[in-house]
Structures are given as structure tokens and as C-alpha cells.
């Protein structure tokens, strides 16, 4: 039965916690949800209730033995719950089992609650007293129709890939039939969340052994860089974009670009620009993302002359052998946020030195297709972007050969079909269909509907205008821009000040490197100490928590240290295996922990020796490459003053 005291109460604590939410509470009142809800008594004694639809089928939406031994029933399922685990439930009806889980793991959990129910929700919140979900418990909660976002976005939010394993996942009883359509798509959701975190993982993972040794040796090209920010909306919404990719199929219409030069904006990934220029068609831009891009790709006497699109983790050999103007993005580093406030701290103009990034899916080709829209392009038309072994290749000829091999496709299970631009079906692999599948979200979640696909061939992207490339230039080409004077008007990013900035930071690095080794040792002392407190016989509770206080300050400190963090992301990959065997179940609180000091010990020493080791590298790094402020770089009152009092000006 519906009680008004308890709605009122129920929604007093949603307004304060979800207000958004709360403010769109009277769409409730029309949805259009065809079932009811009624109330019959289970085998327990209990009240339970259950959904009647039109034909007359009657779906209980709790247990007919009764809900409480249901809930209880479940937990007992999952077993011992380590502190940490994540929970993903669908059904308000079901809060018992968030409190029983939060207090399963003293609520260091990570709970996301899912009510695809309107009419579900409605029923609850007069009947049942929720307030402790809205901000007590920790759980975030979706009601579709009611939280915007998508549910996928939330889920990224609250899972971390080294707790993902551990999931539970729980539908309330016939929400599969009630709610068909929102449960598959929340396991889709679901889906996505993760395939987002092994896409960040794996790009994370493939560069882990250079990734920052090439930030700190690129600091000098950033010195006399640019910020992409500088070119934000550069073509004002009134000229198209030319994505360019590798795919097998430029072979076929490569020469058509000839006809665009002068008229839209051409961007190149880094794989394109020497077919472009073996052909004639110098790009206005080129994109790099990759950390380990080989320096071939640089060969060629022109590229040097085409603004770069990159950011400081990419390879380093191809930084120094391109001499031309470099446009920076925010790549995924949290070392940069100190590089922007040191650079900050000290520019005399400090309008282009912002963390400015480019939604990217992993591949140097989404960069590209975010970077475009960034720029205000009228319309973006996608040449080249295959997303699949067109005619048996991975690549255009005179990419990384003049005739690139053909493979057996039938043959390896690495590949497989998928739908193709004209109905058909085209091989693919999994990173070309992941780039995909992020094309067609980014399109979907920015509701576009200016991408045009003018590839000669390849995988469908849903979303896009299919079009000849010949005709896509004679559509949207009408304009004439002249987009090489806009970019040679450009200032540097970084003023005198903001240079010396940097050159302190720079120089300074090592030494904030070896105060990071010096603290995981002591985290590793610490760990050391609380072992062996827990495998003595009698535990000493007192000695125990004082240590456990010191290694939270430890721990502190790695998680927050912009320096700390720095290291522990060169080491991602040890990292991840380290923390996922962190949440390992043991039989008992003393197993336990002595299973999380053995691992602390081993992370801690991990982490004092790869700090040391980079702390020595890029001491001789800042040695040969240096980096200093001149006075060409004076630009205003401010910088004035700066190099009046340097050592320089004396």
C-alpha cells in the first residue's frame, strides 16, 4: 500500500542527492509502462509483489518463498565479498541486497543500481524507505527516463578495470521479460564500460616502457610548441575537413584530394602523409599519437614543412626529425597538469597554456576526426578509413612499403567478417572494429550529422553519409580558405616566463624522482613492519593500527603525488597485476593481512627501483637537452622584468 509520509520522506533526501533527477520526478505520472503492479502474500508469510500485463501474465518481481531468504540466498552465493568488489544490480525493489553488500564489505564497495522502471521506482519510493540510498549507501543509482547520461558513462565513472573480474551483477526476478529492451541495453552498457577501460588499459600498456622517457625528452620541442587550443574552431562552421587514413582503399581515389587544396581543411594521420605527398598533396595538418611510431614514417624531405597535431608521450625520434610547427594536445599523463602550472605560474600571457584534449578511441585516426570537429569544420568527410583488410591488406601501398603484402584472411582466426559500406562483407580485427565501434558512439553521443563517409570500401560506420569522394568535393567544396596564413599567425604557447617556468620544473625532475624512491621505501619498511605484526601470535592492535595509519600516508601519497604518479603509470602493466591480486579472497582477516603486506612490500620495492633507474635516465637526459629561456622569447612588460633579474641579461 502507498504511504504518503513515506514518499515524502523518500523524496526530501532525493532532492538533496539527485536534484536533476528529482526535478523531473512528474514524467512518472505519464509513462506509459503497460503492466501494474499488485501485492499477494508469498509461501513466508511476506507481502511480495508482482506485475500483471495486459494478456493476463503475472511476472513475480520478488520471490515467491519470500524476499528476505531471496537476498540472503544471494549473498551467501557470492561468497567471502572482498572489500573493493563492485556490484551492478537492477532493481530498486532490491536495496536490501545493497545494504547487506555494503555491509559485507564495510562499505568499501563500488555499487551501481539500475532501475530501467519508471512505474518500479514510483511503487518503491512510496512503500519502501530508501533515503539511505540517496547518499548514505555507497551506490550511485540510474533511473532511465529520469538520470541523463548513458548508463555506460556512469559505470566507467564508478569501475576501475582491477576490480572489474570481480563484479557481481544482479537482475531482480523477471525484469529480463518485464524490461526487456533497458536490460539488454544495460548489459550492452556494461559491455561498454569495460571494452573503455581495456582500450585505455591497452593503450596505456603498449606504452609503458617508453612513454615517459619520451614526455621528459620531448619537453624541449613543447618549449617552443603550440597548444591545439589555438586552433579551436579555426574554420568557423563554414568549411569542410578531410580526414585521411591508410586504408587499403586511398589506393583507389587518393589523386581526387589534388582538387581540394585551398577549399577545406586536409588532415593526414601519420600513416597517410607519405602516399599524400609521393602523390602531390601536402596536408594542412598530420596527426601523431603513437609512443612508438618508427622513424620511417618521417622520410620524406616535405613532411617537416606540415603542421604536427600530437602530444608529449609520442615518440621521440620522430618529435626531433619533424622541424615544423607542433600543435600539443593533453594526452592521458597527470604529470602534464604540473607542466601547465608550472608553465603557468610564471607566463606573463597565459591564455594558451591549458590541459586542452581530443577524444580519441585509441586510434590515431579517431584523434584526427575529433580534432576536426574541434577546429569547427563545416562538415568532416572520412577518406581512407577502411576499419578493415580490404582486399586482403592492412594498409595503402607506400606506407610502410611501396606494395604492401596481401593476407590469408580465411585462415587466421584473428580475423573476422563484418557489414561493409555497400551491403556486403568485409574482414576485419579486433582493434580496426574497436575504432569503429568509437566512431559510430562519438557520432551517436554528439547527435552528428555532417560525417561523411567517402572511403573507396571497407566497414560500415552507422551514423555516416556514404558518398564518392568525388562528389563529397564537389558538394562541400565551394569555399575558398586560406587556413597556412591563419596558422603562421599564430604566437608560441609559452612566453619567456612560462619557459622558465618549465626550465626549473625540468631540471628539478630527478630530484622529485629520488624523493619518490626514498618514500616507497619507507611504504616498503612499513609493509615489512605490519607482516610482521600480523604473523605474530598475539596480535599487538595497537602497533598494528599505527602502522596501518603510517602506510595510509604512504598510500596517500603515492595516489596523489603528481611525481609518484608518474612512475606508477611507466609501470602499468606490473601495476595492474599487482593490484588485481591485491583483491584476491583469503580464508581469514589475519591471511588477508599478511597477503596485502606482502604485496605492498613487493609494489613499494617496485616502485623505489623504477624510480631511482628513471630519476638516473633522465638526469642524463636534461644533461645533453636543455632547455632555457632567451630573450627572443620576451613578450611584454612582464617578461621584460623576468630577464632584467636572470643571469642571462647580466
Not at 512510496?126 to 540510498?133: E, P, S, Y
Not at 526487456?180 to 600498456?205: C, I, N, P, Q, Y
Request: proline residues 3%.
Amino acid at each position: 500500500m502507498k504511504d504518503n509520509y513515506i514518499f515524502n520522506k523518500n523524496m526530501e533526501a532525493f532532492i538533496r542527492a539527485y536534484p536533476e533527477e528529482a526535478s523531473k520526478y512528474d514524467l512518472i505520472t505519464n509513462n506509459k509502462e503497460k503492466f501494474e503492479l499488485e501485492t499477494v502474500i508469498a509461501y513466508s508469510g511476506e507481502e511480495v509483489v508482482r506485475a500483471v500485463l495486459p494478456d493476463g501474465r503475472k511476472l513475480m518481481l520478488e520471490g515467491i518463498y519470500g524476499k528476505d531468504d531471496y537476498i540472503s540466498d544471494t549473498i551467501k552465493s557470492y561468497g567471502r565479498i572482498s572489500p573493493r568488489t563492485p556490484l551492478f544490480l537492477v532493481g530498486t525493489m532490491y536495496i536490501e541486497l545493497v545494504r547487506k553488500f555494503a555491509k559485507a564489505t564495510n562499505d568499501e564497495c563500488f555499487v551501481v543500481l539500475y532501475e530501467p522502471s519508471l512505474k518500479i521506482f514510483d511503487y518503491v519510493m512510496h512503500t519502501m524507505d530508501i533515503t539511505d540510498l540517496f547518499g548514505k549507501l555507497p551506490a550511485t543509482l540510474y533511473i532511465e527516463g529520469l538520470t541523463s547520461g548513458k548508463l555506460s558513462q556512469r559505470m566507467s565513472s564508478m569501475f576501475t578495470l582491477e576490480i572489474f573480474p570481480s563484479l557481481k551483477i544482479f537482475i531482480a526476478p523477471n525484469y529480463e521479460h518485464l524490461c526487456k529492451e533497458e536490460v539488454l541495453r544495460a548489459s550492452k552498457g556494461l559491455r561498454d564500460a569495460f571494452t573503455e577501460l581495456m582500450s585505455a588499459w591497452h593503450t596505456g600498456a603498449r606504452y609503458t616502457d617508453v612513454a615517459n622517457k619520451n614526455l621528459i625528452y620531448n619537453l624541449k620541442t613543447y618549449a617552443d610548441g603550440y597548444n591545439v587550443a589555438q586552433l579551436r574552431g579555426i574554420l568557423h562552421g563554414e568549411y569542410p575537413a578531410f580526414v585521411v587514413s591508410a586504408g587499403p582503399s586511398l589506393n583507389k581515389n587518393i589523386d581526387e584530394l589534388k582538387k581540394i587544396k585551398g577549399r577545406a581543411a586536409i588532415i593526414a594521420v601519420d600513416t597517410a602523409i607519405k602516399p599524400l605527398l609521393n602523390h602531390g598533396i601536402k596536408p594542412d595538418f598530420f596527426c601523431i599519437v603513437d609512443g612508438k611510431k618508427p622513424t620511417e614514417l618521417m622520410n620524406h624531405p616535405g613532411i617537416h614543412e606540415i603542421p604536427l597535431v600530437t602530444h608529449l608521450s609520442v615518440a621521440s625520434g620522430i618529435m626531433d626529425l619533424h622541424k615544423g610547427k607542433k600543435f600539443f594536445y593533453a594526452s592521458a599523463e597527470s604529470i602534464e597538469d604540473e607542466v601547465i602550472r608550472v608553465c603557468r605560474k610564471e607566463a606573463g600571457n597565459k591564455k594558451y597554456i591549458v590541459s586542452q584534449n581530443l577524444p580519441t578511441g585509441g586510434s590515431v585516426a579517431n584523434t584526427a576526426f575529433s580534432f576536426a570537429y574541434f577546429m569547427g569544420a563545416k562538415e568532416v568527410i572520412l577518406v581512407g578509413q577502411d576499419l578493415a583488410l580490404t582486399n586482403g591488406r592492412t594498409h595503402a601501398d607506400g606506407t610502410f612499403k611501396a606494395k604492401m603484402d596481401k593476407l590469408n584472411l580465411t585462415e587466421d582466426p584473428e580475423y573476422f567478417e563484418v557489414d561493409g559500406l555497400h551491403g556486403n562483407k568485409v574482414y576485419t580485427r579486433g582493434d580496426f572494429d574497436m575504432y569503429r565501434i568509437w566512431f559510430e558512439k562519438y557520432i551517436k553521443d554528439n547527435n552528428l550529422t555532417n560525417a561523411i563517409d567517402a572511403t573507396q570500401g571497407g566497414a560500415k560506420i552507422h551514423g555516416t553519409k556514404i558518398m564518392t569522394l568525388k562528389r563529397a568535393i564537389e558538394t562541400y567544396c565551394v569555399k575558398k580558405v586560406n587556413l597556412k596564413e591563419k596558422i603562421d599567425a599564430l604566437p608560441k604557447m609559452l612566453d619567456y616566463g612560462a619557459r622558465k617556468g618549465l626550465s626549473d620544473f625540468y631540471y628539478a625532475f630527478p630530484e622529485k624522482l629520488m624523493e619518490v624512491s626514498r618514500k616507497a621505501k619507507q611504504g616498503e619498511r612499513a609493509y615489512r613492519k605490519f607482516a610482521k605484526l600480523s604473523e605474530a601470535e598475539k596480535v599487538d592492535n595497537k602497533e598494528l593500527l599505527k602502522c596501518a595509519d603510517k602506510i595510509k600516508e604512504i598510500n596517500d601519497y603515492m595516489n596523489s603525488d603528481q611525481y609518484a604518479l608518474f612512475v606508477q603509470a611507466g609501470m602499468i602493466d606490473i601495476d595492474y597485476v599487482m593490484r588485481m591480486s591485491i583483491y584476491e579472497e583469503q580464508e581469514d582477516e589475519k591471511d588477508e593481512r599478511i597477503q596485502i603486506a606482502k604485496q605492498g612490500i613487493l609494489l613499494n620495492g617496485l616502485i623505489a627501483l623504477y624510480a631511482k633507474t628513471m630519476s638516473e635516465n633522465i638526469a642524463v637526459i636534461v644533461k645533453k637537452r636543455t632547455i632555457k629561456p632567451a630573450k627572443k622569447d620576451i613578450n611584454g612588460k612582464v617578461d621584460r622584468f623576468l630577464y632584467e633579474l636572470s643571469k642571462e641579461a647580466r
